[in-house]
């Protein structure tokens, strides 16, 4: 089952903002809308946002999402060191009645 | 607090089974669907099935179908993950996740290492 495009690595600096992207389809983000999860090394993914801009209580401000047409994107702002990790989008598919994954970007923070 | 408890993982190998198990505290089991994703070592996440909060309705992905079985047990809190005719493809750290619309809570995952 296709699965939605995600750059594979971003790269950016201390404090500065980062934009990752994930598209998809009119079947699945154009429809539905994404959700964003953050994974760090060896722990579970943790949701940082749904249905395109809402943001789970405790999630930073600095993590904002939003949705154009079929492309979801998730921007953090000042980046900080704990930023550093990978990052996934993900969104149901109303055609093949699955929820579909993008293949993740990992952050690096320099 | 929401708590999800994977168990049931381990080594087994190439045309076994085996049966996952998820404990799940902290809310309201019965008002919630269901999920188990799993996550290949050093792989990106992979949506495996999901079920309804009343188990009346089920999704499989492809690489599942025919093969896995999600059920729940709603009077013991309980989500399951039956898996046969298992390949060396199926290893992964399968987590069970809340479904609230999206993916809001995940368990730690267990292993799941299929190999002779």
């Known amino acids: 089952q296709a699965g939605l495009t995600q750059p594979p690595s971003v790269s950016k600096g201390l404090r500065q903002t980062a934009t990752l992207t994930c598209t998809g389809n009119?079947?699945?983000?154009?429809?539905?809308?994404a959700a964003w999860l953050q994974q760090h090394q060896g722990h579970p993914p943790k949701l940082l946002s749904y249905?395109?801009?809402h943001r789970p209580s405790g999630i930073s401000e600095r993590f904002s999402a939003s949705r154009s047409g079929n492309t979801a994107s998730l921007t953090i702002a000042g980046l900080q060191p704990e930023d550093e990790a990978d990052y996934y989008c993900?969104?149901?598919?109303?055609?093949?009645?699955?929820?579909?994954f993008g293949g993740g970007t990992k952050l690096t923070v320099l | 607090e929401v708590q999800l408890v994977e168990s049931g993982g381990g080594l087994v190998q190439p045309g076994g089974s085996l049966r996952l198990s998820c404990s799940a505290s902290?809310?309201?089991?019965?008002?919630?669907?269901m999920h188990w994703v799993r996550q290949a070592p050093g792989k990106g996440l992979e949506f495996v099935s999901s079920?309804?909060?009343?188990?009346?309705?089920?999704h499989y992905a492809d690489s599942a179908k025919g093969r896995f079985t999600i059920s729940r047990d709603n009077s013991k809190n309980s989500l399951y993950l039956q898996m046969s005719s298992l390949r060396a493809e199926d290893t992964a750290v399968y987590y069970c996740?809340?479904?609230?619309?999206?993916?809001?809570?995940w368990g730690q995952g267990t292993l799941v290492t299929v190999s002779s």
């Open positions: 009119s079947n699945n983000v154009g429809n539905q809308g």
């Open positions: 996740v809340r479904d609230s619309g999206s993916h809001d809570y």
């Open positions: 993900s969104a149901w598919d109303s055609f093949l009645s699955v929820w579909v």
């Open positions: 902290g809310f309201t089991f019965s008002s919630y669907a």
């Open positions: 249905r395109n801009d």
């Open positions: 079920i309804s909060g009343n188990g009346g309705s089920t």
